[in-house]
């Protein structure tokens, strides 16, 4: 890091949000909002961050160390499915800044760090209700930023679900909103999806940070090698850009580095998220360069001797999923169960979990996603601006009086847009 102890200082000063001073004080954790992550990113130039999935505390501690190490600002995140009222996960909405505070003030982790509410699903208008109620709780607990994701449902009611709960999410936070359902080469977004949605949010002045597209990934374990369709996110993101709307990329494990580094060459791509190929890292499992967990011939995992979990904490993890009737994909529910018997292993082991985390996000942040030293961007960002609230990247340009409740529906209709298959496509 190039910026002086006193520009740290005023940073933590100035920058943290709101709830981030109420909760830690204390804290010389840099928390920020996730503008700050997008902004450096951005300022930085064909470059993306890791919006790292925090399944598990050796993941946060790993991500953490590897993003101080490459001098990378840098997302913890959690989804909804995984962390919230109906967690699969140890990590959630509420206890996720609080993890990575204390893993910021004992380890000395001095770059800027974003805790992003991700997949917030609203899978249809029936959850809206709930959804008023929880979103300012999980704010409260030290999100500071989230992804609305009604991408299930039709594309005017995708926007109008985004437009009811903006007034939940506070001004300086950062914003994701999402076109089309992470699933695969069906149901592909398209420019004019993409641009329905981001324009009909500017004309009520809304301005997010990201667009989530499905643009040919895939959430968990990918077996196809269909991947990420880098000439279709960049004319998406070509036709986004009077709105200046930065992509954020999910389902990175399954695409190989190389088209990983096409993303954040050839797009405004500044988030990518990795969430399975972490999890099973931490654990110890073999994983290919595409993030890809590695598969016997009997479509066993397999797992690297002395690295991660113990054996014998491999193979208790191994009977339980077989009790359960869990194959590979199913092995995310492990997190739950088994987070305070992993907790309980010694010392050296709870170490090496953390330091294969590490090894592969730093590599990952310098190597692919070209992310190092972006960490003094954001902290120029936050000083020049004199706030943890950076205002948003963008102005309105869009006539409210063409985007009604009534219009919207209207517009709606005009678009032909394949949602591809229903199913559960949750990770």
């Known amino acids: 890091m190039t910026v002086s102890t006193a520009e740290f200082n005023k940073a933590l000063e100035i920058g943290r949000p709101p709830n981030i001073v109420k909760l830690f004080p204390n804290s010389r954790g840099l928390l920020v909002s996730g503008k700050v992550i997008d902004r450096a990113l951005t300022l930085k130039g064909k470059a993306m961050t890791m ?7 050796f993941i946060i501690r790993g991500a953490l160390m590897a993003a101080q190490k490459a001098n990378a600002a840098i997302i913890i995140e959690i989804a909804r499915s995984e962390g919230g009222a109906k967690a699969y996960c140890p ?17 000395n982790i001095t770059i800027p760090v974003a805790i992003h509410a991700d997949h917030y699903g609203i899978k249809s208008e029936k959850d809206i209700p709930f959804a008023r109620v929880e979103i300012p709780t999980i704010f409260e607990a030290g ?13 005017d009611k995708n926007l109008l679900a ?23 080469s069906e149901g592909l977004s398209s420019p004019a999806e993409a641009l ?16 989530a597209l499905n643009n040919g990934t895939t959430h968990g374990l990918e077996a196809s090698s269909q991947g990420i369709q880098v000439d279709l996110t960049a004319a998406i993101h070509q036709a986004l850009t009077p709105y200046k709307t930065s992509g954020a990329q999910h389902g990175t494990s399954g695409n190989s580095s190389d088209r990983l580094r096409e993303i954040a060459q ?23 360069d595409y993030g890809n967990a590695m598969l016997d011939s009997e479509g066993n995992l397999v797992k690297v001797k002395n690295e991660g979990v113990t054996e014998e904490m491999w193979q208790a ?18 997190n739950l169960p088994f987070d305070n018997k992993l907790l309980g292993q010694p010392t050296a082991i709870r170490e090496r979990m953390s330091k294969r985390v590490e090894d592969f996000v730093y590599n990952m942040l310098v190597n692919v996603f070209n992310a190092q030293d972006t960490a003094d961007l954001a902290i120029e960002a936050i000083l020049q601006n004199g ?41």
């Open 51 to 57: 919006a790292a999935n925090g399944r598990n505390y």
């Open 143 to 155: 999100i500071t930023s989230i992804a609305i994701d009604a991408s299930h449902m039709p594309d």
């Open 162 to 184: 985004n437009l009811e709960l903006n007034q939940f999410i506070p001004d300086w936070a950062g914003l994701e909103t999402e076109v089309g359902e992470i699933k695969g």
């Open 387 to 427: 706030s943890f609230d950076l205002g948003a990247k963008a102005e309105r340009i869009e006539d409210p009086a063409d985007w009604t409740h009534e219009k919207i529906l209207a517009r709606s209709t005009t678009l032909d847009t394949d949602k591809g298959p229903k199913g559960d496509f949750d990770d």
């Open 91 to 107: 990590t959630n909405y509420w206890n996720m800044a609080r993890q990575v505070d204390q893993v910021c003030n004992e380890l």
């Open 266 to 288: 050839k797009t405004n791509t500044t988030k990518a998220n990795v969430a399975t190929a972490l999890q099973m890292i931490s654990w110890g499992v073999e994983v290919n």
């Open 317 to 334: 993890m191994v009977d339980y999923a077989k009790e359960k009737g869990w194959k590979a994909g199913g092995y995310k529910s492990l």
């Open 196 to 211: 329905f949605l981001i324009q009909g949010l500017n004309a009520h002045n809304i301005f997010p940070n990201w667009i």
